[in-house]
């Protein structure tokens, strides 16, 4: 799509196509207005998402929705401990030609190739499952019996997980953790949203919901995003916050040393900065402040700083620790 507007209809653009999509979800989805704010900010920074939820939450629902609202090709992958990694790249099968009677392998692409997936129950799957995300995730391309095939852009993982449950289920890798962008905690409605939540759900038929942008205008959001320039001092800031999460370090806070036995890496700052992109465009402004960078700050850490023995025997959770961070730096 060809792009001749100026910076100041690029922010307008930009943000009444948010609106429109906010908007759009509202039809299906009652309340969860913050969870629906990050996962736009995180689909325009080119981002990942995990969601942490009890079930009965909506969110299966929340993300079918959204693939709706934005007309992008969706699939969704039920992981399960029998499922194999070619269950979600696909595999290369023999096709027999019934002329000749020769025999050549055939790629046939997985679930995978898709431009939003819906990992639903992530870690319910073994680790060597799990890790068949990891390649499409980071480079967007999936390498099967050494061919590589590329993935369609935008490319978006959601995936979801019971905190509840432990039986059965296989954590999520360090290493896997930090390809998400966000961590999402999706928690219980108030007592007006379920109200309405019970009233509507039974008492009518979902109606499907309309496309607000497509394909062309997503990737171009997506590089108005790249393009918003950061100011050095905030590029510090976010440089700063992620390094107190380190214990032992010059920079690193007194309760980091005493509950924190790893802290949040490289890609952690990178995240910081898209995403505070992502919102300042989304809220109508052409450069980001602090706020923004707070807003996306507990997301952006949460799955990245891994607890102590001492941290979890005392019941202290990472929130308790990023929240002071940011107040502190």
Known sequence: MADNLSAEQRIETFSQRVSDIREELSRAIIGQQKI????????FARGHCLLEGVPGLAKTRLIRSLSETLGLSFRRIQFTPDLMPGDITGSDIIDQD?????????????????????????????????????????????????????????FFVLATQNPMEQEGTFPLPEAQLDRFMFQLQLDYPSFEEETRIARETTSKESVPLNQRVDREQ??????????????????????????STRPGTSSSHKNVDTYVQWGAGPRASQYLLLGAKSRALASGRASIDRSDLNDVALPVLRHRIILNYRAKAEGIQEEDLIVPLLDHS
């Open 36 to 43: 629906v704010d990050h996962l736009l900010i995180s689909l």
């Open 98 to 154: 019934p002329a000749t009677g020769k025999r050549s392998f055939r790629f046939v692409e997985g679930p995978v190739f898709a431009n939003m997936i819906l990992a639903d129950e992530i870690n319910r799957a073994s680790p060597k499952t799990q890790s068949a995300l990891l390649e499409g995730m980071q480079d967007q391309s999936i390498t099967v019996g050494g061919a590589t095939y590329p993935l369609e852009s935008p």
């Open 218 to 243: 997503i990737l171009q959001m997506q590089q108005w995003v790249r393009d918003i320039a950061v100011p050095e001092h905030l590029s510090e800031w976010a440089v700063r916050i992620v390094q």
